[in-house]
């Protein structure tokens, strides 16, 4: 599945550009990346529902811990005020990801809450893809500058440093700092502004077209990757091509990553 490249309009109607113009927004100053799904991934999620359960004083099976975060990841009941706050604050996240783990709650008491706390707000559960660092690193050799905008929470920049990537990286821009959550074009524009680039000369690489693609409707190029298995290598080979980076040997700043912990 190839990735999806998303370019701004026109100005009159949503017409592509001509290929002339196409070409003269292919110089970029800036990459803004998406975060989670992107350069990183989560570990394993039914392994931790069965150790905190344990920590807790319960022991369950991999199919139970599975079947509950089904049904947790399924649920389209929760009050819509409840998810609209969850990108938007610290408070809105917790109040809703601990009404989403209820199934968990039932399975065994508490479950909810210990998952929230030592793992999805966790920075050793963040795990990179295999070609993270790298192309951070390439990028970064090339002056070309690096942007983090993500919907969340809580400060994920830990678990850039916990790996010692977080020195690749210009500026995070996170969702609960502004009060607004992707595609509100307002978190791409202050990152442009913290960045001190134009947007139309900045790509936004996501996983997430609906919230990524936000970025266009200020003038970013956005570059949508196609999903991938956990632990692959993530196809961010196409961010430093579109820029024009060569790719004979390797980045000089950071190599042999592996997970945390």
């Known amino acids: ?3 999806k490249l998303r370019f701004p309009d026109d100005g009159g109607g949503g017409k592509p550009p001509l290929q002339g113009e196409r070409e003269a927004m292919l110089h970029f100053d800036a990459v803004l990346f998406d975060s989670g799904d992107t350069l990183f991934h989560k570990r394993v999620i039914p392994e931790a529902l069965i150790r905190f359960s344990a920590e807790l004083g319960v022991v369950i099976g991999e199919e139970e811990a599975a079947a509950a975060w089904r049904a ?4 389209t009941d929760i009050d ?3 998810a609209f706050g969850r990108n938007r604050s610290r408070e809105g996240h917790r109040s809703y990801y601990l009404e989403r783990y209820r199934p968990l709650d039932e399975l065994v008491p508490g479950l909810g809450k210990a998952f929230y706390n030592g793992f999805k707000t966790d920075a050793e559960s963040m795990v990179p893809y295999p070609d993270t660092a790298d192309t951070l690193a390439r990028l970064r050799d090339h002056g ?4 983090v905008v993500s919907n969340t929470g809580w400060d994920i920049r830990k678990g850039y440093e916990l790996i010692g990537i977080d020195h690749l990286v210009d500026t995070f821009v996170l969702s609960f700092q502004h009060g607004i959550a992707k595609p509100d074009a307002g978190l791409f524009a ?3 502004r913290q960045l001190g680039v134009q947007p139309e000369r900045s790509i936004m690489v996501g996983n997430d077209a ?5 970025a266009a409707a200020i003038g970013c190029t956005c570059l949508i990757l196609p999903p991938v298995e956990r632990g692959k290598t993530r196809g961010l080979e196409a961010v ?3 820029i024009g980076i060569e790719h004979a040997g390797t980045a000089s700043a950071v190599g ?3 997970g945390v912990g």
């Open 240 to 242: 430093t091509r579109l």
């Open 210 to 214: 609906k919230a990524d693609g936000g």
């Open 72 to 75: 947790a990841k399924s649920r």
């Open 144 to 147: 070309v500058k690096i942007g």
């Open 190 to 192: 202050e990152a442009c």
């Open 80 to 82: 819509p005020e409840v």
């Open 1 to 3: 599945m190839p990735v």
């Open 256 to 258: 042999g990553l592996g």
